[in-house]
């Protein structure tokens, strides 16, 4: 059972950054094109950033150009650098494999104040 830890979250002021980080307990990493999602309270979970099987990289319109995701294969996590955060990225924030999920994480919540 591959297991999904993220962490790195916290309570941040608007403008702020944050960085992400998740842990996959799976010796095939290399193989799944990983992604972040979020969940704001009382919404339906989104993706908001992941690699592609040719390796680009998409990310959602609300977050292009504030975050970005990375991936150490060797290490087995997959980050997501968070700047110019809005009020409006405060979510749990989860990792998954986009073209193979696995189970959830527990996910790691990250609140903007103003």
């Known amino acids: 059972q591959v297991q999904l830890v993220e962490s790195g979250g916290g309570l941040v002021q608007a403008g702020g950054s944050l960085r992400l980080s998740c842990a996959a307990s799976?010796?095939?990493?290399?193989?799944?094109?990983w992604g972040w999602y979020r969940q704001a309270l009382g919404k339906e979970r989104e993706l908001v950033a992941h690699?592609?099987?040719?390796?680009?990289?998409d990310y959602a319109d609300s977050v292009k150009g504030r975050f970005t995701i990375s991936r150490d294969n060797a290490k087995k996590t997959v980050d997501l650098q968070m700047n110019s955060l809005k009020l409006e990225d405060t979510a749990v924030y989860y990792c998954?494999?986009?073209?193979?999920?696995?189970?959830w994480g527990q996910g790691t919540q990250v609140t903007v104040s103003s």
């Open positions: 998954n494999a986009v073209n193979r999920p696995f189970s």
């Open positions: 799976t010796s095939l990493f290399s193989l799944f094109t």
């Open positions: 690699f592609r099987s040719g390796g680009t990289i």
